[in-house]
């Protein structure tokens, strides 16, 4: 294989996210969903991360590698942060499939900028936002009109998914040396470039938070 | 609407079948698969469930029905037979895949088979099976193979499941006088006709449960 050592690593994380952020989001439209058109909603976007699972597992097998391999490294991370983050009703599983998700894709980009361009293309197509971000926006607005408490509430979940993320990845970073090198060499090597990095990262997270208007 | 009054609570039935198989398909992968190539296995025939739920809720639409309110009749119904027949173990949930969705389709096919040609198409080919008997019944023998004793346990795992299905599908019938019409029409109004419905159902679920060793 030709490919940066880390890439396998990359979409074996990337491949499981989106199996597991399926099945998750399949449960919570089952469970929490608070009318079968919501549920309906929120399943066609569970859909569509498996849908991506699939690219992922294509190109991974394309590569010469096993998709089951590639991705084991990271059940553990990513099936702790599921566990830890729970919602407890349906705004909250909004606010977590747009804000948890957002981070989680800010990163797999940046880690994948400076690869093959078109290993770089399919991290970026399968997290295309496909409307996920208008739905969520949407209702979870509506939700803090008609029951403003909700707000503050639902802003301090976001700070605990974001909590929770952030000491998930630094978990992987440590175990998967390869694919954290991806995240510093995309920045340069100076803890300058790793500052903008974190700030870009802010940043956008703050839009989302805006967004949602918490 | 020219169609058969029947027609909605039949496709309506059928499209909260899929969506809820769909949901707890993937839920068994996510918690019972006992590695992940078997978790991608059933995830596969989850998310072709919600493929047909799709052709479903688009037929309903061009028929001028509201699918959610096309589907909620029968919520009650296929929940209590979900929630009573959990799968405890990876493979009872094969059997469950197999074997329930097997009798449903039988019952469907049946209510259909009278009905405009397009109506009978559609219900035939989202009950196509893609598969999913040859994964079950591979694993099953497999499973079977290895712990000889599965067997019984199995089968009378299967009755349970046959025995929960056809007591919801009985207060169905009873709550949707127009949906027991069709099967009444498909095989006409006499008694030995009924007969021979039940027989021909029981022979399909015989062969089954021998495809599987059971």
Redesign the interface.
């Known amino acids: 294989m030709k490919e940066s050592p880390g890439v396998v690593d990359l979409l074996g994380v990337l491949a499981y996210a989106e199996?597991?952020a399926?099945?998750r989001m399949?449960?919570d439209?089952?469970v929490l969903a608070p009318?079968?058109?919501d549920?309906?909603a929120l399943?066609e976007l569970?859909?569509t991360e498996?849908a991506h699972f699939r690219l992922l597992?294509e190109r991974l097998a394309e590569l010469g590698a096993d998709?089951?391999e590639a991705?084991?490294p990271f059940?553990k991370a990513l099936d702790a942060w599921h566990a830890q983050t729970r919602p407890g009703d349906w705004l909250q599983a909004l606010v977590k499939t747009y804000v948890g998700d957002g981070i989680a894709a800010d990163f797999y980009r940046e880690a994948a900028r400076h690869l093959d361009p078109s290993i770089a293309k399919l991290v970026d197509d399968v997290l295309v936002d496909e409307g996920r971000s208008q739905f969520a926006v949407e209702r979870v607005r509506a939700g803090i009109e008609t029951e403003p408490a909700a707000g503050g509430r639902l802003a301090l979940w976001a700070r605990r998914l974001v909590g929770e993320a952030l000491s998930q990845a630094q978990q992987v970073a440590s175990a998967r040396p390869e694919l954290a090198l991806l995240l510093v060499k995309s920045v340069g090597e100076g803890q300058a470039d790793i500052s903008r990095l974190f700030a870009r990262l802010t940043e956008h997270h703050n839009k989302r938070m805006a967004a949602m208007g918490l």
Chains 1, 2 share one sequence.
Do not use: F, I, W
Request: glycine residues 4%.
């Open positions: 199996l597991s399926y099945a399949t449960e439209a089952a009318s079968l058109g549920r309906v399943s569970a859909v498996y597992r998709p089951a991705m084991s059940v």
